[in-house]
């Protein structure tokens, strides 16, 4: 039995899926451009750029289970960070680019990254992913460590559930604090900026088979609420992961709309421009066997040794301002800083 060892070498990743198992691969992995018909392959690329080479097989795999994969990597302590507070300059600038751009009618909809950095005491990799492991459903933990490098989160979105002719996946958009609750269920601008998103990946999948969308409800994240619309098709046929996520990828949870590539590029822009880590928002997922599951890599930690970095990202449409969408960025962020205590 493998643990994690915060040793120069060390190579692992790992996914909790929806029924509840994790998967968790052991490197070295070798980058692939398919993945293993019969055995496990991480998917893996940037937000922006769509490799050649986007899986992964690792050298040696195995499934179990959360309670497990928790006793087994969850440990006890914290982590300490010394967190600083982003400067709100760049990002209230990029945020009046967005504005002009939705005046003109080039976009309806995008989703900038504001990045707090932190630095921790003692190198941080071990500890990360000890705090993503004591994370439980509905989020899905993940991650992916490359010596005292990687990145690891607990993200509520999952992005595409595929099982055989079976496919699931959601709407997640509109944020607010658990106690404005009762307000946040009515908020029109939040309605409409998660409806955005259902309509879309409604429109991506429509043809693909018979597809049912849910009622719009609240996700409770114990601090923080979204809007939730859970969405599956039955597909008239078997559907390649590479392709699905070129056409889901990024949704307007994480990306422009209308996706173009003169939209991508503006958001790319932006995203750099702010210091965003690459895959932040991109799909992270697992193939076992003709199954294959991903999620949003979002409420996560970049880091390099010491060095730690908190990404959070915002959904801007015409009625958003300035202060409630810097409020918003916080909030997620606090959630990711709970699991680390
Ligand atoms: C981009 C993030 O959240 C997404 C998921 C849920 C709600 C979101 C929102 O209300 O903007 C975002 O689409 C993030 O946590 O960094």
Known sequence: MKSFANQSNTQIAWLARRDGTVVIGHGPFRAAKEPLEDGISFFKRDFAIQEDFPWQIPADSEVISAADF???????GGLEVEWHTPDAMPFSLVFQEIMDRIRQGLIEKTVPVVVERGRAKHAAGANIVAAMARQSAPLHTYGWVDGDAGFAGATPELLI???????????????????????????????????YVAQTLVSKLLDLGGLRRQERAILHLGSIVHFLTNISVDLESEQEPKRLLRRLHPTPALGPLPRT???????????????????????????????????????????????????????????????????????????????II
Do not use: Y
Request: net charge negative.
């Open 70 to 76: 928790k006793s087994r990597f969850a440990g006890e």
């Open 261 to 339: 590539d003169e939209t991508m590029a503006m958001l790319n822009e932006w995203r750099e421009r702010l210091d965003c880590p690459s895959e932040f928002g991109a799909p992270f997922g697992v193939w076992e066997a003709g199954r294959f599951e991903a999620v949003v890599a979002i409420r996560g930690l970049w880091w390099q040794g010491k060095d730690v970095l908190l990404p959070a990202g915002c959904g801007i449409i015409e009625a958003s301002r300035l202060v409630n969408e810097w409020r918003e960025l916080r909030l997620k962020r606090d959630a990711v800083k709970r699991f």
């Open 161 to 195: 559930s595929m099982k055989g002719l079976h496919l699931e996946t959601m709407a997640l958009a509109g944020t607010a604090r658990e106690e404005d609750e009762e307000v946040f269920g009515v908020d029109e601008k939040e309605i409409r900026e998660h409806e």
